[in-house]
Nanobody, 115 residues
């Protein structure tokens, strides 16, 4: 049974930091591209960052230089370090695993950036 469980969301002030984690089970984590997506109210879900099985990373332009994605294949986890958070980073953040036509999603964790 495939599971992706996100954690680490919450309320933070502008300029603050949060670290999201996603714990994966039920599939061969190390061969999947892992990603973080977010969905703001009234907007479409968008890719925030991804990391391939080989460790190549990709970031949305709006988060480049502020967010860092990393993976630990020994622990089947992927993390997103978010610094210098802005109100426009608010949304539900989802963990995603993808390989070919195989794709799995987590339930999401809420991130709210507000003073």
């Amino acid at each position: 049974q495939v599971q992706l469980v996100e954690s680490g969301g919450g309320l933070v002030q502008p300029g603050g930091s949060l670290r999201l984690s996603c714990s994966a089970s039920g599939f061969t984590f190390s061969i999947y591209t892992m990603g973080w997506y977010r969905q703001a109210p009234g907007k479409q879900r968008e890719l925030v960052a991804s990391i391939t099985a080989g460790g190549t990373t990709n970031y949305a332009g709006s988060v480049k230089g502020r967010f860092t994605i990393s993976r630990d294949n020994a622990k089947n986890t992927v993390s997103l370090q978010m610094n210098s958070l802005k109100p426009e980073d608010t949304g539900v953040y989802y963990c995603d695993a993808k390989r070919g036509v195989s794709e799995f999603w987590g339930q999401g964790t809420q991130v709210t950036v507000s003073s």
